[in-house]
């Protein structure tokens, strides 16, 4: 597609519920985060893919949290057991490596918000 | 978790005027970049910064990374009412893991 694709753009689940958030990335693009925003505040990083290997896993907030790009394309973010406190917005994004190797800009998806209840 | 300090919060003024923010962190980045967020969308790059003391344009925006490699700032020049939304400093590691400010909001009254 044209853009970072997400699904569902709403959900809300009720406390004690598992809730898995997809992400489509750009075509081709070889790296992949996820991000959560609370609402009021900027976006903090969870999780970062390069192809279907997770480098950096480092800012998801507990066990609870489980991310997963099995063949280096789309990625299913999974919360299990859901909480009030994980009610935010879910952003995806992708970017590719630039000519230097450097990976070139980040486009972000339009999010998913988790409301927990 | 760690985020930059932006300032300001909040930012009411005239169409027309110029607007300047700014953004600080403890740590180095590789990389600066600014983002507009419109409610319900996810960000939108502005301007990217790859270079220590680097100056970019973009239309009416200018944006600095800042010698230190600790800050930048943006300016928006004769401000316009579709410049209203929430604007995002964010520094980029070499693998392209962004660390975001709070985020300035910003209304134009024409």
């Known amino acids: 597609g044209a853009g970072v694709s997400q699904s569902p753009r709403y959900k809300v689940a009720k406390r004690g519920q598992d809730v898995a958030l997809r992400c489509d990335p750009i075509s081709g693009h070889v790296s992949l985060f996820w991000y959560q925003q609370a609402l009021g505040q900027g976006p903090e990083f969870l999780t970062y893919?390069?192809?279907?290997?997770?480098?950096?896993k480092s800012g998801l907030p507990s066990d609870r949290f489980f991310a997963e790009r099995p063949e280096g394309s789309v990625s299913t973010l999974k919360i299990q057991r859901t909480q009030q406190e994980d009610s935010a917005v879910y952003l995806c994004a992708s970017s590719a490596p630039g000519l230097d190797g450097r990976n070139t800009e980040a486009f972000f998806g339009q999010g998913t918000r988790l409301t927990v209840v | 978790g760690q985020q930059l300090n932006q300032s300001p919060q909040s930012m009411f003024i005239q169409e027309g005027e110029d607007v300047s923010m700014n953004c600080t962190s403890s740590?180095?980045?590789?990389?600066w970049l600014w983002y507009k967020q419109d409610p319900g969308e996810g960000p939108v790059l502005l301007i990217a910064l790859y270079k220590a003391g680097e100056l970019t344009s973009n239309g009416r925006l200018t944006a600095q990374f800042g010698i230190t490699r600790k800050d930048s700032f943006l300016n928006i020049s004769a401000s316009i009412p579709s410049d209203v939304g929430i604007y995002f400093c964010a520094g980029g590691t070499s693998y392209g893991k962004l660390t975001f400010g709070q985020g300035t909001i910003l209304t134009v009254h024409p």
């Open positions: 893919f390069q192809n279907e290997a997770q480098l950096d």
């Open positions: 740590s180095i980045f590789n990389t």
